[in-house]
Every structure is written in structure tokens, then in C-alpha cells.
Nanobody, 125 residues
Framework: QVQLVESGGGSVQAGGSLRLSCAAS????????MGWFRQAPGKERGGVAV????????FYTDSVKGRASISRDNAKNSLYLQMNILKPEDTGIYYC??????????????????WGQGTQVTVSS
């Protein structure tokens, strides 16, 4: 069965850093686009960063450009998100997700097939 398990969340002061990890199993990990999404309290889930199956292409939402880096290790079925200079606006539940389809906006959460349970990130000022 498919399983995505996030880790690395926690509480940090503004300006600090975190590295989130996602361990995947149960599917052909290296064939899927992977993404990090977040959901702040009372807000819709939105994309943070996405990465192509090979890792050669990445995209970031404007609010994290210059502060975040998404990466993957296909040999370990693992996905990572390094976030620096964290801001209170980064607070939320962070989810990793897998996308095997060919169509639709890669930023659209509904196009992703598999989801983890999420890990909480809290940034205080």
C-alpha cells in the first residue's frame, strides 16, 4: 500500500530554518512528480514547491523563492524541503504529495494521487 510519511516539522522563531522530509513507499517513486503543499489555519491548501521525477526541474511559489529548496533522493524514495529565513506566514501543516498523471496544473492539489498525513510547522515572531 502507498504510504507517505512527513517528518521534521516543529516550532521555530522567525529567521530560523527547518528541513522537512518525506519517506515514500508502495509505488514507483521515481516516476512521479512530487510536491510540498501547506495549509494555514482557515486557509485553502496551496503549493509550496514541486519537483520532476528525475529531480531536474523544480518550481516554487513566489512567497518562498530564495528561501526554500526542494530535492529528492530516488534511491531512498525520499523527498526534502529545506526552508530558511522562516516567517510567521510560513506557519501551517506541510504535506508531501505524489502526482502520476500527465494533465492539469502541477500546482493544483486535486491532481496529486497520494498524500501524507502532514507535519506541523509553527513560526513565531
Amino acid at each position: 500500500q502507498v504510504q507517505l510519511v512527513e517528518s521534521g516539522g516543529g516550532s521555530v522563531q522567525a529567521g530560523g530554518s527547518l528541513r522537512l522530509s518525506c519517506a515514500a513507499s508502495g509505488y514507483r517513486y521515481s516516476l512521479y512528480w512530487m510536491g510540498w503543499f501547506r495549509q494555514a489555519p482557515g486557509k485553502e491548501r496551496g503549493g509550496v514547491a514541486v519537483i520532476s521525477p528525475s529531480g531536474g526541474t523544480t518550481f516554487y511559489t513566489d512567497s518562498v523563492k530564495g528561501r526554500a529548496s526542494i530535492s529528492r533522493d530516488n534511491a531512498k524514495n525520499s523527498l526534502y524541503l529545506q526552508m530558511n529565513i522562516l516567517k510567521p506566514e510560513d506557519t501551517g501543516i506541510y504535506y508531501c504529495a505524489a502526482r502520476g498523471g500527465q494533465y492539469g496544473d502541477i500546482w493544483e492539489a486535486s491532481t496529486y494521487n497520494y498524500w501524507g498525513q502532514g507535519t506541523q510547522v509553527t513560526v513565531s515572531s
